[in-house]
């Protein structure tokens, strides 16, 4: 199976209407890995890994966004997917935490 691993920034009326508890539901229900935080000039950021399939699901609800939200953009960019261990099992599918809201960067 390959694995994709993006960087993702959601842009618009994302913060203090649940989208990060929104996107870790969506993506917990694709079996993404990764995670989601606020960032400091009002967007959400985070990363995921998953399948390709998957994760173009996860893009779409990304763009969605959640009935409190007003999503203008998301940025979507590739990079380099984890090695086996890399992270301490932090974005493996097989990890007990799948995919975690991080803390914000402010």
Not at 7 to 27: D, I, L, N, W
Not at 36 to 47: D, F
């Amino acid at each position: 199976m390959s694995v994709k691993r993006y960087t993702f920034t959601v842009h618009g009326y994302v913060q203090g209407v649940f989208f990060r508890k929104y996107t870790q539901s969506s993506a917990t229900a694709l079996s993404i890995s990764g995670f989601v935080q606020n960032l400091p000039n009002g967007n959400v950021g985070g990363e995921a890994e998953g399948p390709p399939d998957k994760l173009e699901q996860f893009r779409q609800k990304l763009e969605q966004g959640n009935d409190m939200s007003n999503v203008q953009k998301v940025e979507w960019d590739e990079i380099e997917a984890r090695k086996e261990g890399e992270g301490q099992g932090y974005m493996k599918a097989s990890s007990s935490e799948k995919f975690s809201i991080a803390r914000s960067h402010y």
